[in-house]
T-cell receptor, first 110, second 119 residues
Framework: QKEVEQNSGPLSVPEGAIASLNCTYS??????FFWYRQYSGKSPELIMS????GDKEDGRFTAQLNKASQYVSLLIRDSQPSDSATYLC??????????FGKGTKLTVNP | NAGVTQTPKFRILKIGQSMTLQCTQD?????MYWYRQDPGMGLKLIYY???????DKGEVPNGYNVSRSTTEDFPLRLELAAPSQTSVYFC??????????????????FGPGTRLTVL
């Protein structure tokens, strides 16, 4: 069974620090990976996608993918209180289906 | 362009009752999905559809049914509600999206969710 595992958290960082979120996946066939942000009581919102090995930067967010190690990560630089949310890692399989991890709850303290 | 819409937002059911959760998307996406999310458990796929008239089971289909008569609509039916079906239900569609912090990325976009309680 395809699985996506995330570091259990919760993760707490001070404002301005770097938050590091990690994810591993079991299915070597997966080619596309996504990070969703979910505020409490809200639906998941896509914030990053990554398809190739290496780093992908978008503003304060950097996604990293290592297919050999089956590892995906998300770095949030200069963390803000508004980044406090649960972050969901997802791997894409057949029929564009996504397999989600359980999520890591991040709290950024002012 | 409303994206993915779901109704109702909240619902309380008694054990054994039935109901239909509605989902509509206006992005002309072929792929649609139903998930449930229990506290601290991430998202579990219930059913999905790759186009009108085509549906298939996901990871946790028991107790649910779906239909897809049009591209836009993908309703989820609960026939005999049980307390184990208390959850938040999200509908999603897959395709190019207009609203995403990651730009115009071909991936899943979620509706606002339906919070269902079965007592």
């Amino acid at each position: 069974q395809k699985e996506v595992e995330q570091n259990s958290g919760p993760l707490s960082v001070p404002e301005g620090a770097i938050a590091s979120l990690n994810c591993t996946y079991s299915d070597r066939v997966s080619q596309s990976f996504f990070w969703y942000r979910q505020y409490s009581g809200k639906s998941p919102e896509l914030i990053m996608s990554i398809y190739s090995n290496g780093d992908k930067e978008d503003g304060r967010f950097t996604a990293q993918l290592n297919k050999a190690s089956q590892y995906v990560s998300l770095l949030i630089r200069d963390s803000q209180p508004s980044d406090s949310a649960t972050y969901l890692c997802a791997a894409q399989g057949g029929s564009e289906k996504l397999v989600f991890g359980k999520g890591t709850k991040l709290t950024v303290n002012p | 362009n409303a994206g993915v819409t779901q109704t109702p937002k909240f619902r309380i059911l008694k054990i054994g009752q039935s109901m239909t959760l509605q989902c509509t998307q206006d992005m002309n996406h072929n792929y649609m999905y139903w998930y449930r999310q229990d506290p601290g458990m991430g998202l579990k796929l219930i059913y999905y559809s790759v186009g009108a008239g085509i549906t298939d089971k996901g990871e946790v289909p028991n107790g649910y049914n779906v239909s897809r008569s049009t591209t836009e609509d993908f309703p989820l039916r609960l026939e005999l509600a049980a307390p184990s079906q208390t959850s938040v239900y999200f509908c999603a569609s897959n395709g190019p999206g207009a609203v995403s912090l990651a730009g115009n990325t071909d991936t899943q976009y979620f509706g606002p969710g339906t919070r269902l309680t079965v007592l």
